[in-house]
């Protein structure tokens, strides 16, 4: 059996951690292209500072693929042995199916822990880097928060949308003044084209904006479109925005995304004397618990279905893990939908896939091993 085991799960970890590097990296290539992609374009910023990006990106993409990896992993090694009849061979000496998958059980055990303590502890400790590192190349070039055809709302008062954008040269301008509070539209102008300069030792951002005009909403009830108002024109005009209460580096740690276990936990229980609804706060360390777990769910569920199927093919392996995930995070997705509202029980919905698919999962082992192939 030692010499089995030890065969088993050599196959086991080879496969999944080199699936893990693989979905880690294609994962890596879309959302480090898109979230570095515009910083490096507007900043000289050295080499070693995207590496750096990259790699403080790489814990997040982990929290799927982890499980994901051990999914296809796990299909292809068993989808192979059961294909040259290795299983059956096995099975045939008398070892049966529980004990033959027992050491990869408890090997899925043991990547639960890790995926854990990467979801809990490193991925949000690396994005909380990582925004801190845009937070700080923003600050050196609030330029950069203006991107072209994407409407921007981080500069406080103000949304800003331009069609263009050629370094800090802008085109089509659209500017909104917002209520702070109600982000409510109290006036608007437009421009044909604008320049910006940021002059960091007073923190404030210059657009100078040329043949501008503006129009005016009612104080009174600014949501009133049938009493808006001509405001100014001029031909070029100047608009300063404040940046020290955008550039605060401590609203960084407000998100529930960038807060480790303990500190979602810690804010759990101190706003336990107040009325405040923390569901998405204990939504959030659900779904971190739930993608743990999710690890040895995938791999319980994977075992029978390869041995079903019986096939070599990594495209087939691949096709059968992406059908899963597909409908695993699906209803996870789902179940963070509704994490504002506690009466919908989100905390509780996001464990209904591993429910579901480790009862599938021993469903199908009970059938393969009271019917082998």
Known sequence: MRIIYRYLLGEIVSASFAAIAVLTSLIMFGDAFKRIAQVVAD?????????KMIVLLSPQAMTITIPWGLLVGTLLVFGRMSHNREILII???????VPLIAPVV?????????????????????MAKFKEMIFEIGRSNPTLLIKAQEPVDKFS????????????????????KTN??????????????????????NMKLTITLFNAYEQVRAAADPADLSRINS???????????????????????????VMTAEQIVNHIFASGERKFNFTPLFTELQKRVSFSVACFTFMFLA?????????????????ISVAIMVLYYLMIIYAMSLKEKPNAYPDLIIWIPNILFQSLGFWLIWRSNKHPA
Not at 45 to 50: A, D, G, L, R, T
Not at 180 to 201: V, Y
């Open 106 to 126: 408890l090997f899925s055990l043991f990547m639960c822990a890790v995926s854990f303590y990467n979801n809990a502890i490193i991925a949000p400790k690396c």
């Open 231 to 257: 405001g100014l024109r001029a031909g070029q005009l100047p608009l300063n925005i404040e940046l020290n209460k955008d550039f605060d580096i401590n609203r960084i740690g407000i998100s529930i995304g």
């Open 303 to 319: 075992i029978p279905l390869a041995i079903t199927t019986g096939r070599t093919e990594t495209s087939i392996g691949f096709v």
């Open 91 to 97: 099975r045939s000496a008398g070892i049966g199916l």
């Open 157 to 176: 008062g103000y949304t800003i949308y331009v069609d263009e954008k050629v370094g800090n040269t802008i085109k089509g301008v659209y500017i909104w």
């Open 43 to 51: 900043n000289d910023i050295p080499f070693w500072m995207v590496l």
């Open 180 to 201: 702070p509070a109600t982000k409510i539209p109290l006036s608007s102008i437009r421009a044909e084209r604008g320049d910006l300069n940021a002059d960091l030792q």
